[in-house]
């Protein structure tokens, strides 16, 4: 049986609900469970079903229309990356994953927002990777949703590419430096936030046989790697050490 919950059950249930992307291995949801996981934090996994899609519930119940989704008891929902994980590291605060001090947690989230935030890494790849489907179907409703979401403006599109190089390249550099100073993490000498977040990253940018993604699943990861271009070895190594040490393969998407 299934351990996934519909919106309508999640809104009724006590405790720490996260409403995830199932199916898909979208960074943000992959890099969200995982946290909660490494903490030993328990929740209830919530999907958004056909139902819930027709029905504006994910709107209705947290003001927004993205996932992931963190809602605990009568609290404010937490949709974006960092006040989830914020919240998290309330909620478990061991292994420790924002830095105690202040400019190694500044320069972790500024990284972490290179990488996850709006017109950062991910969002750039996803929007290139997607504006030709978006393009060629101007009547699907799911796709126009996406790109009201998603989607980037003209001036946006065209620094795209370059914001996709330079941040690759700010985080290549980095894992250069730490490898060669024998660290595997990307800031300081603990496993931060950013570890978690590059690793998820890697799942669409790197993608290998050991996730065993399901074909059709593949077929569109395939579209964002081939925008990103090709990965740094040190960062690959880096995502590969996260995984042999914390994440289970293949990978989880249900
Ligand atoms: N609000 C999120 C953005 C998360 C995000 O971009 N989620 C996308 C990844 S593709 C998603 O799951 N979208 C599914 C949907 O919106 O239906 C944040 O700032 O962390």
């Known amino acids: 049986m299934s351990d996934w919950i519909g919106i309508v059950e999640a809104q009724g249930a006590p405790g720490l609900k996260l409403a995830l992307f199932r199916g898909f291995p979208s960074p943000w ?42 809602v605990l008891d009568d609290e404010r929902p937490r949709s974006h990356w960092s006040a989830i994980a914020l919240l998290a590291e309330r909620l478990g605060p061991e292994p420790r994953l924002i830095p105690d001090d202040p400019v190694l947690r500044a320069d972790m989230m500024g990284l972490a927002h290179e990488l996850m935030g709006e017109m950062g890494l991910l969002w750039c ?20 949703e996406f790109a009201s979401k998603y989607g980037m403006s003209e001036t946006e599109s065209a620094v795209a590419p370059q914001r996709i190089r330079d941040c690759l390249q700010l985080l290549a550099e980095r894992a250069r430096g730490q490898r060669a100073a024998g660290c595997q993490f ?13 690793a998820a990253a890697s799942v669409l940018l790197q993608p290998d046989d050991r996730f065993a993604l399901p074909e059709p699943v593949l077929a569109m990861v395939e579209g964002f ?15 590969d050490f996260m995984f042999t040490e914390h994440f289970e393969l293949p990978l989880r998407l249900d």
Do not use: C, H
């Not at 290139?128 to 799911?142: C, G, S, T, W």
């Open 29 to 70: 949801s992959v890099a969200a469970r995982w946290i909660f996981d490494l903490k030993r934090v328990p929740y209830l996994k919530v999907e958004r079903t056909e139902a819930d899609a027709a029905e504006n519930r994910l709107r209705q119940w947290t003001g927004q229309d993205s996932l992931p989704v963190a």
């Open 125 to 144: 790849v996803r929007a290139l990777a997607l504006a030709p489907a978006i393009k060629a179907q101007p009547d699907d409703l799911r796709m126009q």
């Open 186 to 198: 990307l800031v300081g000498d603990q496993m931060s936030l950013l570890d978690i977040y590059w």
């Open 225 to 239: 790697s081939g925008v990103a271009g090709p990965i740094s070895p040190d960062l690959v190594a880096m995502r």
